[in-house]
């Protein structure tokens, strides 16, 4: 079914929209961003500066253009999928040419107002394009080779161009948010068991390489990537921050050490305390009932999202939804694993929470998009 | 389609929630059950154990005059972080007070390694003046701050410095002597004994130290105080010297190489205890500098070496006592059988010569301890044998360790024939014995041992030295001792004739006698060769100390008593190659006794007419030489 088959009619215009936008779902992302403000306020010493205000002024600006995108028709975002994924790839290529260096990668272009990561829009450029191709793409082609190699090289491309900034974290949700989509929309199974087989060989290969003649990596390399994989080898350098976070949040304990009290995050022990490792902030000051309740509003999250998606008709609206909420679970999954030394440090922020602009700003945007499938689809 | 989409999704759900599941556990599972062990690590991060140096316990004299205290101690430091460009800084501080290169190196050093936060000391033991001007320019010299600490100052500069000793900061040598060194050692600065009291008595003087408990931020920076528990300051010391007669003392003794020990009859308490030349132990507090010790140790009069309990020196005829007593005590004589003294006395093939060449004649006990006769000690030692004289030493305090906290307190040796065997190898000799008799020979004695020694023949009771009269206000037991198992009327023999020594008009120490009938003295002049005479020298006539080079004069010793009746202080006197014990070493030590007897400068009554103009001249030259009690720099500190 696609949206020329909604009766335009049946969908909600004008003011009644306000009526149908779904509210437990902004009412959960507002608690969530207050969540953010709140260990802002703390890490920074019981301080509105620097973070919690400008984070409110652009939590304020995300809600607004997330009312303005969800107010505009759902098909219009589905004409707009190709256009917008080309100007991600315009920027991303742009700031590998003007982009500021900042953390040691090129990530951002300075807009004056705001600094713009291209790569965080195009986790959201990247799905749309996705879920506008497979409901272009008649059913029966889904699993053809040709038509399975063209979303594979739309995934590849600004891929490549992320890992070049670099930015492995990023580039791994784009391969995974990528990858979903495509499963969502019905690829084969078989396709996904053969990437998956041929990254194990390829990946065990090269370890096994290790130590004989025909090595195919460098010592040095081998070691980083033993670093990458177990920072606990290395306490003083890449461990120091993971060995810290994890000091953090178990001592926390069940209810945590209190409001502004975690002695971690306060005295500095831990690193980018107000980006990538807030979690932690809010697991040692509210321990595992606070972290535990933030996890809780997070699935609730998806689970407004898996609704929508099983609710709307057409398959661009239940494509995009769901891979909007595979990126939103991506991206605080791997933080989470990160910060509880699951997964390396791969600098992947949490959403909504941690200190950020293009971030929140995306993905209010992205949800903008979620409300609007569910506002203009046909009741 | 919408059906494998809804099956795919709920499959995609499915992963999702399980991976929700999966945090949610490894969450619970490092807040709840890891949770203890979690905290404790956060704790130890968070928490620095930081250690409060004690103070070190003062150092009084009997009267309570002040002989070693903490007096405060400028120093200049730097905090990186406050000062922008250090060099610009220390540039501008040099232009006004001095700075050691050395020292700006070191904190060079030490700035590149600690914290941008960290003091770190530029100039230590500055002046109170150079602080002011630091203080007044502060506004031009950004992250330099001056600061206030305690360190040893001893107010009596020479006076003590054999005694006390000094301190120092702790050396990796005093950290690599101990098996489990406190931590406080290990503080920066943290200074501890180096020698003398200071060294014996560490454990007492140092205390115990405090602690406090610091939250600290990543970099090491102290957030704010925890809580502290304050340490124990070390315990105050009180000696049994009395800092004035010590002062006396070695201002009397100046300008020789000499020592001199006071102790109380009764009680043992060491009244003084002086080596001169002596040094000041303030310049090894601050860091002495190259120049200053290569003074000391190449002053041929060994300004460093303690010689009072150190130095062990032959007692010559300070010891005929002891040969006496042993001799009385077998009963090989008695106290008025005569010996004849031709001049000299032949051992087998070898002549040993009287001071008298011409001899005595015959003489008794009383005669030959007041003349001093050779002859008569070699007699009696070759009938009573080495191994009584020895034994009598030891009972006497001789060829013994006395305990008493100074360093290197010496043994000295008082040999019998077993001593001679183990050591040298070789067999006792007749000759030996009649050395030792006059304690030449292997005899070796310090000045310390010397006082015992005559305390014991003044009181007949094993009296024994103190120098620590008591600690933190707890008196220490006393040095008087049990009665001598020896025949007092053979004591009494002996003392009558060191009456005569000091009162018969033919004693050797006649000119340095007490008219002052209350504070009658006895005492024994000595005076030991450090070189042998040969015969042909003999012959041709000794040679007078006065034309020799001062190494290898006589040492002149004298040991005394007083008062005769009810004796109060014993006295030894040393002076390195001083020429003979009643010229040398009797003036001194009459000197002394009087100024201990009465507790000051002494009347010119209480001595021989004769010798009054030349001791007014004395008293008034010595009064004038001691030494101011603040020196110039002491007003800085002030």
């Given at each position: 079914m696609s949206y020329l088959e909604y009766a335009v009619k049946s969908t909600p215009s004008g003011f009644r929209k306000i009526l149908y936008m779904n509210w437990p779902l902004t009412l959960l992302l507002i608690s969530v961003a207050s969540a953010g403000f709140l260990m802002l306020y703390s890490v920074a010493g019981g301080s509105f500066t620097p973070w919690v205000e400008p984070q409110v002024k652009r939590f304020g600006l995300g809600l607004a253009v997330m009312f303005v995108v969800a107010f505009v028709p759902i098909w219009f975002w589905r004409n707009m999928a190709a256009v917008a994924y080309l100007v991600s790839i315009v920027l991303l290529i742009l700031v590998e040419l003007v982009g500021t260096v900042g953390m040691g990668a090129q990530r951002w272009i300075d807009l004056g107002f705001m600094r713009l990561q291209p790569s965080e829009l195009m986790k959201i450029t990247l799905v749309m394009l996705l879920a506008a191709y497979y409901d272009w793409l008649p059913e029966q082609k889904t699993s053809r080779p040709f038509w399975v190699l063209l979303p594979v090289i739309m995934i590849l491309v600004p891929t490549f161009l992320v890992l070049r900034q670099p930015d492995l974290g990023t580039s791994i949700l784009l391969l995974a948010a990528g990858g979903g989509l495509m499963f969502l929309a019905g690829v084969h199974w078989a396709y996904f068991a053969a990437v998956i087989a041929a990254a194990v060989g390829l990946v065990s290969t090269v370890f096994k390489s290790r130590g004989t003649e025909w090595q195919l990596l460098k010592d040095y390399q081998f070691r980083r990537i033993d670093t990458f994989l177990d920072p606990s080898t290395d306490p003083l350098g890449a461990g120091y921050h993971i060995t810290q976070s994890k000091i953090a949040l178990g001592s926390g304990g069940w209810s945590g050490r209190g409001f502004m009290q975690g002695t971690q995050s306060r005295l500095n022990f831990l690193p980018e305390k107000h980006t990538d490792f807030i979690f932690t902030t809010l697991a040692e000051e509210f321990g595992f009932v606070g972290g535990f309740s933030l996890l809780i509003l997070y699935a609730l999250i998806l689970v407004f999202c898996m609704a929508t998606a099983l609710a709307t008709k057409d398959r661009f609206s239940s494509l995009v939804t769901l891979g909007i909420s595979l990126n939103f679970f991506l991206f605080f999954a791997v933080n989470m694993s990160m910060v509880m030394g699951l997964a390396p440090v791969v600098g992947v922020p949490l959403p909504m929470v941690s200190y950020g602009g293009s971030a929140m700003l995306v993905l209010m945007a992205a949800f903008g998009i979620v409300h609007s499938a569910n506002i203009h689809r046909p009741r | 389609m919408q059906r494998r989409f809804s099956r795919r999704a709920i499959v995609l759900g499915g992963v999702q929630a399980a991976f929700v599941g999966a945090l949610a556990t490894r969450m619970r599972y490092m807040q709840v059950e890891q949770a203890d062990q979690f905290r404790l690590l956060a704790e130890e991060n968070r928490i620095n154990i930081r250690l409060i140096p004690p103070t070190r316990g003062k150092i009084y004299d009997r009267n309570g005059q002040i002989i070693g205290q903490n007096a405060p101690s400028y120093r200049i430091v730097i905090v990186r972080e406050d000062a922008g460009d250090v060099d610009a800084v220390i540039a501008n501080l040099s232009k006004l007070i001095p700075l050691q290169e050395e020292e700006l190196e070191r904190a060079r050093t030490e700035m590149r390694r600690s914290a941008p936060f960290l003091p770190v000391t530029i100039a230590d033991q500055v002046t109170w003046e150079d602080i002011s001007k630091v203080a007044i320019n502060a506004p031009a010299l950004p992250g330099i701050t001056p600061e206030v600490g305690l360190a040893r100052h001893y107010p009596r500069y020479e006076d003590f410095a054999h005694v006390v000793g000094y301190v120092g900061p702790v050396s990796d040598y005093d950290l690599s002597q101990l098996s489990d060194p406190e931590p406080v050692l290990r503080i920066p600065r943290f200074q501890i004994g180096k020698v003398g009291l200071e060294a014996k008595q560490e454990e007492v003087l140092r205390g115990k130290a405090g602690a406090k408990r610091v939250e600290v931020n990543a970099t090491g920076r102290i957030m704010r105080e925890l809580d502290r528990q304050e340490g124990q300051a070390g315990a105050d010391l009180q000696l049994s010297v009395d800092a004035d007669l010590q002062q006396y003392i070695q201002a009397r003794l100046s300008g020789e190489s000499a020592a001199a020990v006071v102790m109380d009859c009764e009680t043992g308490d060491l009244r003084a205890i002086c080596s001169a030349p002596s040094f000041d132990p303030n310049l090894f507090v601050r860091g002495i500098s190259v120049a200053d010790y290569r003074a000391l140790t190449e002053d041929k009069y060994r300004p460093l070496s303690n010689k009072s309990v150190q130095g062990t020196y032959p007692p010559g005829s300070t010891f005929k006592m002891i040969t006496a007593m042993a001799a009385l005590e077998a009963g090989v004589m008695g106290p008025s059988d005569g010996v004849y003294c031709p001049g000299y006395l032949k051992v087998g093939s070898r002549r040993f010569h009287c001071w008298k060449r011409g001899g005595h004649g015959r003489i008794d006990l009383l005669n030959s301890l007041m003349q001093s006769c050779d002859v008569y000690y070699y007699d009696m030692a070759l009938k009573v044998g080495i191994d009584r004289i020895s034994e009598m030493s030891r009972m006497f305090g001789l060829g013994i360790r006395h305990d008493i906290p100074m360093s290197a307190v010496a043994e000295g040796l008082a040999p019998n024939q077993d001593w001679k065997r183990t050591v040298h190898g070789q067999e006792w000799l007749v000759g030996d014995t009649a050395n030792a008799s006059i304690g030449q020979g292997f005899m070796l004695a310090s000045p310390l041992q010397l006082a015992v020694m005559t305390a014991r023949l003044a009181t007949g009771r094993s009296v024994t030295p103190r120098l620590v009269k008591s600690i933190d206000g707890v008196e220490q037991p006393t040095g008087a001792g049990e009665a001598l198992p020896v025949d007092m009327n053979n004591l009494n023999q002996v003392r009558r004739a060191m009456f005569a020594v000091s009162n018969d008009r033919r004693g050797t120490a006649y000119r340095s006698r007490i008219i002052e009938d209350v504070y009658r003295m006895a005492g024994k002049t000595g005076t030991s060769q450090v070189r042998n005479i040969t015969a042909a020298e003999r012959a041709a006539g000794v040679i007078r100390n006065e034309d020799l080079p001062w190494e290898r004069r006589d040492h002149a010793l004298y040991v005394c008593f007083a008062p005769y009746d009810n004796p109060k202080y014993a006295v030894s006197v040393v002076v390195e190659h001083g020429g003979g014990g009643s010229k040398a070493a009797a003036p001194v030590a009459r000197d002394i006794i009087l100024q201990a007897l009465y507790g000051g400068t002494p009347p010119l009554e209480a001595y021989p007419v004769a010798d009054r103009d030349h001791i007014k001249e004395q008293q008034l030259r010595l009064e004038s030489d001691?030494?101011?009690?603040?020196?110039?720099?002491e007003k800085d500190r002030a």
């Amino acid at each position: 079914m696609s949206y020329l088959e909604y009766a335009v009619k049946s969908t909600p215009s004008g003011f009644r929209k306000i009526l149908y936008m779904n509210w437990p779902l902004t009412l959960l992302l507002i608690s969530v961003a207050s969540a953010g403000f709140l260990m802002l306020y703390s890490v920074a010493g019981g301080s509105f500066t620097p973070w919690v205000e400008p984070q409110v002024k652009r939590f304020g600006l995300g809600l607004a253009v997330m009312f303005v995108v969800a107010f505009v028709p759902i098909w219009f975002w589905r004409n707009m999928a190709a256009v917008a994924y080309l100007v991600s790839i315009v920027l991303l290529i742009l700031v590998e040419l003007v982009g500021t260096v900042g953390m040691g990668a090129q990530r951002w272009i300075d807009l004056g107002f705001m600094r713009l990561q291209p790569s965080e829009l195009m986790k959201i450029t990247l799905v749309m394009l996705l879920a506008a191709y497979y409901d272009w793409l008649p059913e029966q082609k889904t699993s053809r080779p040709f038509w399975v190699l063209l979303p594979v090289i739309m995934i590849l491309v600004p891929t490549f161009l992320v890992l070049r900034q670099p930015d492995l974290g990023t580039s791994i949700l784009l391969l995974a948010a990528g990858g979903g989509l495509m499963f969502l929309a019905g690829v084969h199974w078989a396709y996904f068991a053969a990437v998956i087989a041929a990254a194990v060989g390829l990946v065990s290969t090269v370890f096994k390489s290790r130590g004989t003649e025909w090595q195919l990596l460098k010592d040095y390399q081998f070691r980083r990537i033993d670093t990458f994989l177990d920072p606990s080898t290395d306490p003083l350098g890449a461990g120091y921050h993971i060995t810290q976070s994890k000091i953090a949040l178990g001592s926390g304990g069940w209810s945590g050490r209190g409001f502004m009290q975690g002695t971690q995050s306060r005295l500095n022990f831990l690193p980018e305390k107000h980006t990538d490792f807030i979690f932690t902030t809010l697991a040692e000051e509210f321990g595992f009932v606070g972290g535990f309740s933030l996890l809780i509003l997070y699935a609730l999250i998806l689970v407004f999202c898996m609704a929508t998606a099983l609710a709307t008709k057409d398959r661009f609206s239940s494509l995009v939804t769901l891979g909007i909420s595979l990126n939103f679970f991506l991206f605080f999954a791997v933080n989470m694993s990160m910060v509880m030394g699951l997964a390396p440090v791969v600098g992947v922020p949490l959403p909504m929470v941690s200190y950020g602009g293009s971030a929140m700003l995306v993905l209010m945007a992205a949800f903008g998009i979620v409300h609007s499938a569910n506002i203009h689809r046909p009741r | 389609m919408q059906r494998r989409f809804s099956r795919r999704a709920i499959v995609l759900g499915g992963v999702q929630a399980a991976f929700v599941g999966a945090l949610a556990t490894r969450m619970r599972y490092m807040q709840v059950e890891q949770a203890d062990q979690f905290r404790l690590l956060a704790e130890e991060n968070r928490i620095n154990i930081r250690l409060i140096p004690p103070t070190r316990g003062k150092i009084y004299d009997r009267n309570g005059q002040i002989i070693g205290q903490n007096a405060p101690s400028y120093r200049i430091v730097i905090v990186r972080e406050d000062a922008g460009d250090v060099d610009a800084v220390i540039a501008n501080l040099s232009k006004l007070i001095p700075l050691q290169e050395e020292e700006l190196e070191r904190a060079r050093t030490e700035m590149r390694r600690s914290a941008p936060f960290l003091p770190v000391t530029i100039a230590d033991q500055v002046t109170w003046e150079d602080i002011s001007k630091v203080a007044i320019n502060a506004p031009a010299l950004p992250g330099i701050t001056p600061e206030v600490g305690l360190a040893r100052h001893y107010p009596r500069y020479e006076d003590f410095a054999h005694v006390v000793g000094y301190v120092g900061p702790v050396s990796d040598y005093d950290l690599s002597q101990l098996s489990d060194p406190e931590p406080v050692l290990r503080i920066p600065r943290f200074q501890i004994g180096k020698v003398g009291l200071e060294a014996k008595q560490e454990e007492v003087l140092r205390g115990k130290a405090g602690a406090k408990r610091v939250e600290v931020n990543a970099t090491g920076r102290i957030m704010r105080e925890l809580d502290r528990q304050e340490g124990q300051a070390g315990a105050d010391l009180q000696l049994s010297v009395d800092a004035d007669l010590q002062q006396y003392i070695q201002a009397r003794l100046s300008g020789e190489s000499a020592a001199a020990v006071v102790m109380d009859c009764e009680t043992g308490d060491l009244r003084a205890i002086c080596s001169a030349p002596s040094f000041d132990p303030n310049l090894f507090v601050r860091g002495i500098s190259v120049a200053d010790y290569r003074a000391l140790t190449e002053d041929k009069y060994r300004p460093l070496s303690n010689k009072s309990v150190q130095g062990t020196y032959p007692p010559g005829s300070t010891f005929k006592m002891i040969t006496a007593m042993a001799a009385l005590e077998a009963g090989v004589m008695g106290p008025s059988d005569g010996v004849y003294c031709p001049g000299y006395l032949k051992v087998g093939s070898r002549r040993f010569h009287c001071w008298k060449r011409g001899g005595h004649g015959r003489i008794d006990l009383l005669n030959s301890l007041m003349q001093s006769c050779d002859v008569y000690y070699y007699d009696m030692a070759l009938k009573v044998g080495i191994d009584r004289i020895s034994e009598m030493s030891r009972m006497f305090g001789l060829g013994i360790r006395h305990d008493i906290p100074m360093s290197a307190v010496a043994e000295g040796l008082a040999p019998n024939q077993d001593w001679k065997r183990t050591v040298h190898g070789q067999e006792w000799l007749v000759g030996d014995t009649a050395n030792a008799s006059i304690g030449q020979g292997f005899m070796l004695a310090s000045p310390l041992q010397l006082a015992v020694m005559t305390a014991r023949l003044a009181t007949g009771r094993s009296v024994t030295p103190r120098l620590v009269k008591s600690i933190d206000g707890v008196e220490q037991p006393t040095g008087a001792g049990e009665a001598l198992p020896v025949d007092m009327n053979n004591l009494n023999q002996v003392r009558r004739a060191m009456f005569a020594v000091s009162n018969d008009r033919r004693g050797t120490a006649y000119r340095s006698r007490i008219i002052e009938d209350v504070y009658r003295m006895a005492g024994k002049t000595g005076t030991s060769q450090v070189r042998n005479i040969t015969a042909a020298e003999r012959a041709a006539g000794v040679i007078r100390n006065e034309d020799l080079p001062w190494e290898r004069r006589d040492h002149a010793l004298y040991v005394c008593f007083a008062p005769y009746d009810n004796p109060k202080y014993a006295v030894s006197v040393v002076v390195e190659h001083g020429g003979g014990g009643s010229k040398a070493a009797a003036p001194v030590a009459r000197d002394i006794i009087l100024q201990a007897l009465y507790g000051g400068t002494p009347p010119l009554e209480a001595y021989p007419v004769a010798d009054r103009d030349h001791i007014k001249e004395q008293q008034l030259r010595l009064e004038s030489d001691q030494r101011p009690k603040a020196r110039p720099d002491e007003k800085d500190r002030a």
